[in-house]
């Protein structure tokens, strides 16, 4: 069975920074999508970042330049790194992640950041950034 289980988040001030992981099991697939997810309440599920198992990225328009997704091939981790934090990043995050079964050699935005691709999910790490 494939958990997913997130870490990292906290409260910080604007401007600041925090790191989520997303620690994978039960994975056996060589191949993957995975991704991180925020909500916010009262507000729908977007995509963040994603990528793939060969390193490919896509990120929202939103956080680039401030956000940076990795991963940890080995043991099927899955980070976070969040700088420059606003007031509207607040929410709840979470990790996802599906089976790679695509030949392209591209990652799109429009597969990375679409949470209709994703089979698995973990429960979410509350992040708060106040002004």
């Known amino acids: 069975q494939v958990q997913l289980a997130e870490s990292g988040g906290g409260s910080v001030q604007s401007g600041g920074s925090l790191r989520l992981s997303c620690a994978v099991t039960?994975?056996?697939?060589?191949?993957?999508?995975m991704a991180w997810f925020r909500q916010a309440p009262g507000q729908e599920r977007e995509g963040v970042a994603g990528?793939?198992?060969?390193?490919?990225?896509d990120y929202a328009e939103s956080v680039k330049g401030r956000f940076t997704i990795s991963h940890d091939n080995a043991k099927i981790t899955l980070y976070l790194l969040m700088n420059s934090l606003e007031p509207e990043d607040t929410g709840m995050y979470y990790c996802?992640?599906?089976?790679?079964?695509?030949?392209?050699?591209?990652?799109?935005?429009?597969?990375?950041?679409?949470?209709?691709?994703?089979?698995?999910w973990g429960q979410g790490t509350q992040v708060t950034v106040s002004s």
């Open positions: 990528i793939d198992s060969y390193g490919r990225t």
């Open positions: 996802a992640a599906v089976n790679d079964a695509r030949s392209e050699s591209s990652l799109p935005p429009w597969l990375a950041l679409n949470q209709h691709t994703y089979s698995y």
């Open positions: 039960g994975y056996t697939d060589s191949r993957y999508l």
